[in-house]
Nanobody
Framework: QVQLVESGGGLVQAGGSLRLSCAASGRTFSSSNMGWFRQAPGKERDFVAGIRWSDGRTYAADSVKGRFTISRVNAKNTVYLQMNSLKPEDTGVYYC??????????????????WGQGTQVTVSS
């Protein structure tokens, strides 16, 4: 069982930066594949970035490549999402997610077993 709590959301102007944190509880964090998703108002929840458990390999959606960076510190049971050069279209509720499984890329919502409650990110123009 993994419990996830996000923090770090807020209101920022376009071009600004935010860092989201996701604190995980449970002994399986270090062997969990982690991901960030976001959901804009009236839209489906979309994949943003992910990180594998074994080698820390990261991957991201095309819309955020070069601007967002996912990272993890296993000793702190925490995964981060550094968001730079934010745009109004990045606005939404950001969710942290986890799964136990093979060491590969996971980009679909249904693949993740554990979810946080979400944190709001609003980017003003």
């Amino acid at each position: 069982q993994v419990q996830l709590v996000e923090s770090g959301g807020g209101l920022v102007q376009a071009g600004g930066s935010l860092r989201l944190s996701c604190a995980a509880s449970g002994r399986t964090f270090s062997s969990s594949n982690m991901g960030w998703f976001r959901q804009a108002p009236g839209k489906e929840r979309d994949f943003v970035a992910g990180i594998r458990w074994s080698d820390g390999r990261t991957y991201a959606a095309d819309s955020v490549k070069g601007r967002f960076t996912i990272s993890r510190v296993n000793a702190k049971n925490t995964v981060y999402l550094q968001m730079n050069s934010l745009k109004p279209e990045d606005t939404g509720v950001y969710y942290c997610a986890a799964l136990l499984g093979m060491d590969r890329d996971y980009v679909h919502e249904y693949e993740y077993a554990y979810w946080g409650q979400g944190t709001q990110v609003t980017v003003s123009s």
